[in-house]
Each structure stands twice: as structure tokens, then as C-alpha cells.
């Protein structure tokens, strides 16, 4: 009988604390279920066999307590297969430590997606089949924020393609790019071809200032040349194209554009320009006295002619040239005609033309209002100048020239009334006896 009683208290000893054991797990369930989206007691042996687990539990993985009763109460089959072992590894070191871990994977939705899941464990400090640990596990769906890092991770990697191939590209041309900040006041210079040895100008206060002041006055993305300064401080052109962006209550917020240092273009420019001003000059000049030569002469005085009313045209030859020559030879004639030519040179004004006819004879236009005793003093003046500098020649010569002018004071003349109308004074000259001159008004 006392057995009978004592075997019956204990029976009811036994259903009190599974009872207390039961209201225990719901009071946990209840607090943790504010905090996570799913509770489960799992043990640690093969199946990962299910002891506890909530509502939300089951429904982060699309079941029902029935399937998962009927199931056998197998855990692994909820597991992502590639984090199976992953999570045996994690509750392993949990049991051998007795620290509480954190660990991420997938469970398998009954749909076939998975579930990421944020897991808390902690051993429990017992055994199933007094064999195998124990672990209380708190899960929280992390799945959104996995796929939101996800897509972020994705977009970072597009947005990291888009500007290795924008930098490749900004590589591959020679003009580089630069953006300005207007609030700050900064400017900032990318890309650009590495071998390009022109170096673009530093973003100095200077420099900015200088492509502020010439943008003021500029449509968006209008092409401008500007010489900025360089970093040794040297004056160099750039070539620029830039616009405004990101308007806001009608302020231009930012300035984009290319620029490209173009001073090796510009030199090249320069060499060009003088190459063809050499070639012209060569086409237009005699090669012995570097003067106009005979087409260019005509041409220069005829376009002086058509717009003149007043001016004296002269023609100059060289006495006895052909003696000079004889006696003394061809090399010392060329050295009196490069002589006479400096002469004539010198007496010209920097509007007046001088040139060479050919052979002796040379050709001088004064554009000027001239009185008559005016036009004999300069003319006195060049015959004396030749005749007195002839110490300067390598070999002691006589040295003089005639001169045929004509004093012109009425338009419509053309260049062949005014030749022939100098010649005939030249031919005057001569008779006279040389080293003089004569002088026609018109």
C-alpha cells in the first residue's frame, strides 16, 4: 500500500514537472518570439532531431507541426544540403566550449527557395538519450537583407565595371576630364593617356580662376583655348570643352569637361606658319638681295598705285655694272648688288616697297606727299650713301648709281605709265653723265 502511494506521488511529481517544464517553454516562447522568428531545441546527432520548436519556426520553413511529427522530427531536412555540414561543425564547437555562437545559412522552404537565416545557439548542459548534446537555437530571417546585399553587392560590381571601362576608355583618349565642384570650389582631373607626355596644367587657384573668367562668357560645351600655367610656372595652351550640370533653382551646381594640353600643336602650328611664311617670302624675294623680287615687286606697287594719289617711284641702276663685273669679277658683282640692296633697304620707310627689277636695276615706291625739293633730297641722299660706303666692299671699287623718278600727284596711273615714265628720267640720268638722278612731276 505505502509502495501504491509512494509510486503514485511520484507519477504526479513526474507530470508536474513536465507540466512546469511545458509552461516553461511557452513563457520562452513567448518572451523570444518578440526577438526572433523562430525557437527550437535541437539534439546533436545525425538527424539533428528535433526536441522544441515554435510556430515561427515552422513557418520559415513553409510546414506544419504534423509534417514535421510525420517527418520524424528530422531537422537536416530543413538544412540547405551545402550548409549541412557547416552547421553540424558550428553546434560542435558550441558543445565543445559552452560559449553561445552565431552562425548564418539557408534552410529549405517547403516551396523550394531558401530561407536565410541569422542562428544564436547555446548548449543546453544535457543529453538526448543521455548521448547526444543538446542546443537551444534562436533564428531571425535575414533572407531580405541578404538579397538586398545581394543586389547591392551586384550593383557594386556593375558600378565598378562602369568605371573600369569609363577610366579604360578615359585612358584611351589623349584629352582628359575634369569636373569642378562650384559649392567647394574644387576641380579634380582624371583619365588621360599615360603616354602622353603633355602634361595637363595643375588645378591651381590661377588656373581655375582663368578658365572661370573665359567659361563666364561661354555657351555649355563651347570649345575654348586657354594658356594656363604649368607646374614650373610656364604659359601653356590647353584646349578645353566643358558644360554645366545639375541645375538647381537656376545655379549651376558642378562643371564637367575634357581639356588637353595642345601646346605641342600650337608650336607645330607656329613652325607650320613660319615655314610658309619662309616659302612666301622665298617665292616673293630675290635670292641674292633678299628684296622683292620682279612679280612681287609689280604686284605690291600696283595695289599701292590703285589706292595712292601720292608717291614717288624710282628706278635705280648701278653705273657700269657690266665693267664691275668684268674686271673684277662675277663674286665681287654679287657683293655690290647685296650692298646696294642693304642701302636701298635702309632708305625705305616701313610702308615704302623696294625691289629688284633684275640684273643692275632696282626699284623704290616712297609713299608720300612729296614736294618736289623733297624727292631731290632723298634722292641726292641714296646716290651719296652708295657712293661714300663703298670702303665697306672687300675690294676698293668705284662705286654709283643713276636714278629715274617720277613724282606722282593725280591717280589713274598704272604700273606700266609709271615704269615707262621712270625709265625715261633714268635715261635721262645717264645722259647727263651719271651718278645723278632726274626727277618728273605728275
Same mark, same amino acid.
Given at each position: 500500500?505505502?509502495?501504491?502511494? !509512494?509510486?503514485?506521488?511520484?507519477e504526479?511529481?513526474?507530470?508536474?514537472l513536465?507540466?512546469?517544464?511545458?509552461?516553461?517553454d511557452k513563457?520562452?516562447?513567448? #518572451?523570444?518570439?518578440?526577438a526572433?522568428?523562430?525557437?527550437?531545441k535541437?539534439?546533436?546527432?545525425? &538527424?539533428?532531431?528535433?526536441l522544441?520548436?515554435?510556430?515561427?519556426?515552422?513557418?520559415? /520553413?513553409? &510546414? &506544419?507541426?504534423?509534417?514535421?511529427?510525420?517527418e520524424g522530427?528530422?531537422?537536416?531536412?530543413?538544412?540547405h544540403?551545402?550548409?549541412l555540414?557547416?552547421? *553540424? @561543425?558550428?553546434?560542435?564547437?558550441?558543445?565543445?566550449?559552452?560559449?553561445?555562437?552565431n552562425?548564418?545559412?539557408?534552410?529549405?522552404?517547403?516551396?523550394? $527557395?531558401?530561407?536565410w537565416?541569422? #542562428?544564436?545557439?547555446?548548449?543546453?548542459?544535457?543529453?538526448?538519450?543521455?548521448?547526444?548534446p543538446?542546443?537551444?537555437?534562436?533564428?531571425?530571417d535575414?533572407?531580405?537583407?541578404?538579397?538586398?546585399n545581394?543586389e547591392?553587392?551586384?550593383?557594386?560590381?556593375?558600378?565598378?565595371?562602369?568605371?573600369n571601362r569609363?577610366k579604360?576608355?578615359?585612358?584611351?583618349?589623349?584629352?582628359?576630364f575634369?569636373?569642378?565642384?562650384?559649392?567647394?570650389?574644387?576641380?579634380?582631373?582624371?583619365?588621360?593617356?599615360?603616354?602622353?607626355?603633355?602634361e595637363?596644367?595643375?588645378p591651381?587657384?590661377?588656373?581655375?580662376?582663368?578658365f572661370?573668367?573665359?567659361?563666364?562668357q561661354?555657351?555649355n560645351?563651347?570649345d575654348m583655348?586657354?594658356?594656363?600655367?604649368?607646374?614650373?610656372?610656364?604659359?601653356?595652351?590647353?584646349?578645353?570643352?566643358a558644360?554645366?550640370?545639375? !541645375? %538647381?533653382?537656376? *545655379?549651376?551646381?558642378?562643371?564637367i569637361?575634357?581639356?588637353k594640353?595642345?601646346?605641342?600643336? !600650337?608650336d607645330?602650328?607656329?613652325? *607650320?606658319?613660319?615655314?610658309?611664311?619662309q616659302l612666301?617670302?622665298?617665292?616673293?624675294c630675290?635670292p641674292?638681295?633678299?628684296?622683292?623680287? $620682279?612679280?612681287?615687286?609689280?604686284q605690291a606697287? @600696283?595695289?599701292q598705285?590703285?589706292?595712292q594719289?601720292?608717291?614717288?617711284? %624710282?628706278?635705280?641702276d648701278?653705273?657700269?655694272?657690266? %665693267?664691275?663685273n668684268?674686271?673684277?669679277g662675277h663674286v665681287?658683282?654679287?657683293e655690290?648688288? !647685296?650692298? /646696294?640692296?642693304?642701302?636701298?633697304?635702309n632708305?625705305?620707310?616701313?610702308?615704302?616697297?623696294?625691289? *629688284?627689277?633684275?640684273?643692275? @636695276?632696282?626699284?623704290?615706291l616712297?609713299?608720300?606727299?612729296?614736294?618736289?625739293?623733297?624727292?631731290?633730297?632723298r634722292l /641726292?641722299?641714296?646716290?651719296?650713301?652708295i657712293?661714300?660706303?663703298?670702303?665697306t666692299l672687300?675690294?676698293e671699287?668705284?662705286? %654709283? #648709281?643713276?636714278?629715274?623718278?617720277?613724282?606722282?600727284? $593725280?591717280p589713274?596711273?598704272?604700273?606700266?605709265?609709271?615704269?615707262?615714265?621712270?625709265d625715261?628720267?633714268l635715261y635721262?640720268?645717264k645722259h647727263?653723265?651719271?651718278?645723278?638722278?632726274?626727277?618728273?612731276?605728275?
Amino acid at each position: 500500500m505505502d509502495n501504491d502511494k !509512494k509510486s503514485m506521488h511520484d507519477e504526479q511529481d513526474l507530470r508536474w514537472l513536465i507540466e512546469m517544464s511545458k509552461q516553461k517553454d511557452k513563457e520562452l516562447e513567448t #518572451v523570444l518570439s518578440y526577438a526572433a522568428d523562430g525557437i527550437g531545441k535541437f539534439a546533436c546527432d545525425p &538527424t539533428l532531431t528535433i526536441l522544441y520548436y515554435n510556430e515561427g519556426l515552422a513557418t520559415l /520553413v513553409g &510546414t &506544419t507541426r504534423g509534417k514535421i511529427e510525420k517527418e520524424g522530427f528530422n531537422s537536416s531536412l530543413y538544412v540547405h544540403p551545402d550548409d549541412l555540414a557547416y552547421v *553540424r @561543425e558550428n553546434m560542435a564547437k558550441s558543445v565543445a566550449s559552452g560559449q553561445t555562437f552565431n552562425m548564418r545559412y539557408r534552410l529549405r522552404h517547403l516551396s523550394g $527557395r531558401d530561407v536565410w537565416v541569422k #542562428v544564436t545557439g547555446v548548449f543546453a548542459k544535457e543529453f538526448y538519450q543521455g548521448v547526444y548534446p543538446v542546443i537551444y537555437l534562436i533564428y531571425t530571417d535575414i533572407t531580405e537583407l541578404v538579397t538586398l546585399n545581394e543586389e547591392l553587392a551586384w550593383a557594386n560590381t556593375q558600378l565598378e565595371l562602369e568605371a573600369n571601362r569609363y577610366k579604360a576608355f578615359a585612358e584611351l583618349v589623349s584629352e582628359s576630364f575634369f569636373e569642378y565642384d562650384i559649392d567647394t570650389g574644387q576641380m579634380v582631373l582624371f583619365g588621360g593617356k599615360r603616354e602622353d607626355p603633355a602634361e595637363i596644367a595643375p588645378p591651381t587657384q590661377r588656373n581655375v580662376d582663368i578658365f572661370l573668367a573665359e567659361f563666364a562668357q561661354r555657351r555649355n560645351f563651347e570649345d575654348m583655348e586657354l594658356q594656363l600655367h604649368a607646374t614650373d610656372g610656364a604659359l601653356t595652351w590647353h584646349a578645353i570643352r566643358a558644360g554645366s550640370i545639375e !541645375k %538647381s533653382n537656376e *545655379r549651376s551646381l558642378r562643371i564637367i569637361g575634357t581639356i588637353k594640353n595642345i601646346q605641342a600643336l !600650337k608650336d607645330a602650328e607656329a613652325r *607650320r606658319e613660319s615655314k610658309e611664311r619662309q616659302l612666301l617670302l622665298q617665292s616673293r624675294c630675290d635670292p641674292m638681295t633678299q628684296l622683292l623680287n $620682279r612679280s612681287a615687286m609689280q604686284q605690291a606697287i @600696283e595695289d599701292q598705285i590703285n589706292s595712292q594719289t601720292a608717291y614717288m617711284f %624710282s628706278i635705280i641702276d648701278i653705273d657700269d655694272f657690266k %665693267s664691275i663685273n668684268d674686271k673684277h669679277g662675277h663674286v665681287f658683282g654679287d657683293e655690290v648688288l !647685296k650692298y /646696294v640692296a642693304d642701302i636701298l633697304r635702309n632708305a625705305c620707310r616701313s610702308d615704302d616697297i623696294t625691289g *629688284r627689277l633684275g640684273g643692275d @636695276e632696282f626699284v623704290m615706291l616712297f609713299r608720300a606727299d612729296f614736294t618736289r625739293d623733297e624727292a631731290a633730297r632723298r634722292l /641726292v641722299a641714296i646716290i651719296e650713301r652708295i657712293r661714300e660706303g663703298v670702303g665697306t666692299l672687300s675690294i676698293e671699287a668705284g662705286v %654709283s #648709281v643713276s636714278i629715274g623718278a617720277i613724282l606722282v600727284t $593725280r591717280p589713274g596711273l598704272s604700273f606700266l605709265d609709271v615704269y615707262r615714265s621712270a625709265d625715261a628720267a633714268l635715261y635721262e640720268a645717264k645722259h647727263k653723265g651719271k651718278k645723278t638722278y632726274s626727277l618728273d612731276v605728275y
